[in-house]
């Protein structure tokens, strides 16, 4: 599966869009990208997914760009309670999802 | 609904001893996939059940086993245990039968402390 770079902490204001940056340049064509949070103390929780095309759905939108080496999470409004880590992985279908670091994401009022 | 359950919450236990975990997948989902996640980590892939056999494995030593039941629950078993042990398991239900994704929906977890 191939590695994702992403920065170790954000800070977004309460209300604003949080946009999240992920590199993952080494893909392949059927792998997907997945974003996962993780909220402190509880298992990760499932975000959304994509493969070429831009992925909208009630808690998020993924924008990938078009040589997919690169994507975007994006949480338009974002809550107190959006803080949380999160991770972008990149993995075939049905494969183990290798978590990084991720990126702590931390909303303020 | 429910969701991934996992049992038991949390579970102290000295080393050298071993530990059953349990999971319960969510309805309609056939995959288990097992993870630990040490203390400030990501998840770490332990290694995947389908159809009642280990499908894919991470980097683990065999200390670690697994089981896959007909009902599609699972048990994690790790024996002599060590301090390095010490972490929050989680279980991931999917259904690799039906989605050409695949995603994963995690448990609440267990966290097992090594004395």
């Known amino acids: 599966d191939a590695k994702t770079t992403q920065p170790p902490s954000m800070d977004c204001a309460e209300g604003r869009a949080a946009n999240l940056p992920c590199n993952h340049s080494?893909?392949?064509?059927?792998?997907?990208v997945y974003w996962y949070r993780q909220i402190h103390s509880q298992g990760p929780q499932y975000i959304i997914h994509?493969?070429?095309n831009n992925e909208t759905n009630e808690m998020a939108s993924l924008i990938i760009t078009e040589d997919r080496k690169s994507s975007t999470l994006i949480l338009p409004h974002a809550t107190l309670r959006d803080t949380a880590v999160y991770y972008c992985?990149?993995?075939?279908?049905?494969?183990?999802?290798?978590f990084g670091g991720g990126t702590r994401l931390m909303v303020k009022p | 609904d429910a969701g991934v359950t996992q049992s038991p919450t949390h579970l102290i236990k000295t080393r050298g001893q071993q530990v059953t975990l349990r999971c319960s997948p969510k309805?309609?989902?056939?995959?288990v996939s097992w993870y630990q996640q040490a203390l400030g980590q990501g998840p770490q892939f332990i290694f995947q059940?389908?159809?009642?056999?280990?499908?894919q494995r991470g980097n683990f030593p065999d200390r670690f086993s697994g089981h896959q039941f007909p009902n599609y629950s699972s048990e994690l078993n790790v024996n002599a245990l060590l301090l390095g042990d010490s972490a929050l398991y989680l279980c991931?239900?999917?259904?690799?039968?039906?989605?050409?994704?695949?995603?994963?929906?995690f448990g609440p977890g267990t966290r097992l402390t090594v004395l």
């Open positions: 991931a239900s999917s259904n690799l039968g039906l989605s050409s994704y695949n995603e994963q929906f």
């Open positions: 080494t893909i392949s064509g059927n792998e997907y």
């Open positions: 994509g493969l070429k």
């Open positions: 992985i990149v993995s075939l279908a049905g494969n183990m999802l290798t």
């Open positions: 309805s309609g989902h056939d995959t």
């Open positions: 059940y389908y159809e009642e056999e280990e499908r």
